[in-house]
């Protein structure tokens, strides 16, 4: 999608941008422009977040491996020391064996770094892993109640999907789950306990809002953040 921001997406079918596609009707980014203005909801160029994760390896320049450090108890330089400042981040194979020390995963070229989203908007994340070693997973925690968020993934290594694939958190209601299967079961002369007790067990909810994505995946998913606060993402 040529698209990459709302702005650059045209507002009508044909319409001329700075980045022309060979069918704008069909653009990814012109069809959330125009899913957003029919329903209402905010969405302009500050809500889309690229999200860059590369798996790097560091190496401290003043700490070289020898048998007195081997690579399963690395033995790390003090806090503020000066070999803790002289690190080196190179690529696979030059930090692989033996002198990696650590595997930080950094996102857009930062180790942790603050994004800020805006409640009620949609936020679209376009995800990108870029690793030759490591998955990277992409995960959302409301930090007040340690709860996870869903998500809506809308591509996948730039193919658009047909329909949104919804990542759920697995919220389901356990009572009335509980109250339909004992009630089938009944009426099937199955009174016993413990079939009633396996069945409600397997309705478990599961949480499947994570993504686990392989090196040179890319995925992009959109939400709202129904409540202002803070998120981890991780």
């Given amino acids: 999608d040529n698209y990459v921001l709302p702005s650059q997406a045209p507002s009508a079918p044909g319409a001329t941008t700075k980045e022309p596609a060979t069918n704008p009707a069909t653009s990814l980014m012109y069809n959330l422009v125009q899913m957003t203005d029919e329903y209402g909801i905010p969405f302009d160029d ?3 977040f690229p999200f860059i994760i590369y798996n ?38 030059q930090n692989e064996i033996p002198t990696t020390q650590v ?12 994004l800020t989203a805006t409640a009620g908007h949609l936020s679209m994340f376009r995800i990108l892993c870029i690793s030759t070693q490591y998955l990277c997973g992409f995960q959302i925690t409301e930090d007040s109640t340690g709860k996870n968020v869903g998500y809506y993934v809308i591509s996948s ?45 397997g309705l478990e909810p599961q949480d499947n809002a994570y993504l686990s994505l392989g090196g040179g995946m890319r995925q992009d998913v959109i939400l709202q953040f129904e409540v202002a606060g803070n998120y981890t993402i991780s």
């Fill in 56 to 93: 790097s390896m560091w190496k401290f320049r003043g700490q070289e491996y020898d048998v007195s450090n081997p690579t399963d108890k690395q033995e790390f330089p003090a806090v503020n020391s000066p070999d803790s400042a002289e690190v080196e981040v190179n690529g696979f194979l």
């Fill in 157 to 201: 290594d730039g193919i658009t999907f047909s329909q949104p694939a919804y990542f759920s958190t697995g919220s389901i209601s356990l009572k009335r789950k509980t109250i339909e299967t004992a009630a089938a079961m009944f009426a099937h002369g199955k009174d016993k306990l413990q079939e009633l007790v396996e069945a409600v067990e």
């Fill in 103 to 114: 595997n930080p995963f950094l996102v857009n070229q930062e180790y942790q770094p603050t």
């Fill in 46 to 48: 500050s809500d889309v």
